[in-house]
C-alpha cells in the first residue's frame, strides 16, 4: 500500500440543519484538525467529524431525557 493511500482519511457529505436560534455556524475541532461548518449546507468532512457530531446528538438528546424526568420529580 502507498504511503497516500495509509494517510487518506475517509471523507463523508454532511449538511447541518438550520435551527432557529441557533449560531449559523457550528465549530468542530478533533485532536490537531479544526474546522467551521455552516448550517444549511452540504459540505464534505472527515468522518470522525461526523462521529463528534454524531456524538453531540446523541448527548443532548439524553440531557433532554434527563431533565424531562428531572422536572416530573
Known sequence: ???NKKNEVKKVKIK???IKGAE???FV???NYTCI???G???VVPV???EVLD???EMLAKIEQFEAGAARG
Do not use: G, T, Y
Open 24 to 26: 449559523d455556524q457550528v
Open 37 to 39: 461548518i455552516k448550517r
Open 41 to 43: 449546507e452540504e459540505v
Open 55 to 57: 456524538h453531540q446528538e
Open 29 to 31: 475541532s478533533v485532536n
Open 1 to 3: 500500500m502507498s504511503e
Open 48 to 50: 470522525f467529524v461526523k
Open 16 to 18: 447541518l440543519p438550520r
